[in-house]
């Protein structure tokens, strides 16, 4: 599938780079390539047993900020969850997570080392304005005796406040040594 997917980018670029000679547009061409297959991933791994794809990353999504995490597998994860929908959600104070690895191409589950604290339960607004609520949260896998790098998913679960329908998102990280 990657090959195909590469392969049509390969044949979108030489179509494009006959019709722009220019540097110029040659340079713009060579950008976009690069964006799109950073945007593709290199393995989609199915869910964890017991966890299903259903409205997941729909109304609510996981960003990794680069600016917020170093990515060493002792450090925490931060996250930004954002509210997407034009729902009231509602979390838990650890925002409903789970957290596994990949061993042995299977998802483990593994606890979060940070406690949360705070309030007993998050309410996320939905968007105004075209303004949606934001929240940061972060979690510490636990990644006792792993020396090299390792595949992290993160999992957040919550509820409409209306509906009862649960919602839910998740993002893939690398954590290296």
């Known amino acids: 599938m990657k090959q195909a997917i590469f392969g049509s980018h390969i044949k979108l670029v030489k179509g ?3 019709m722009f000679q220019t540097t110029k547009s040659k340079t713009i061409i060579l950008m ?3 964006f799109l297959c950073s945007c593709t991933k290199s393995q989609d791994r199915p869910h964890p047993e017991g966890i299903s794809a ?3 990353n729909q109304d609510i ?3 990794v900020p ?3 995490n170093t990515f060493k597998l002792d450090d925490t994860v931060s996250l930004q969850i954002v509210n997407v929908s034009n729902k009231t959600l509602v979390f838990d104070k650890n925002f409903g997570s789970r957290i596994f690895l990949i061993e042995n191409g299977q998802w483990i589950e593994v606890k979060d080392k940070l406690i949360s604290i705070g309030e007993d339960s998050i309410l996320m607004k939905p968007a105004v304005n075209n ?3 934001t929240r940061g949260f972060s979690v510490q896998p636990d990644v006792s005796g792993k020396t090299s ?3 992290v998913r993160i999992y957040i679960f919550g509820k409409s406040s209306d509906t009862e329908e649960i919602v839910g998102a998740y993002t893939d990280v690398v954590l290296k040594p």
């Open 16 to 18: 494009l780079i006959k």
């Open 32 to 34: 976009t390539i690069i």
């Open 54 to 56: 259903v409205n997941l």
């Open 61 to 63: 999504q996981i960003i």
């Open 66 to 68: 680069q600016a917020w």
């Open 131 to 133: 303004t949606n609520e």
């Open 149 to 151: 790098k390792t595949e």
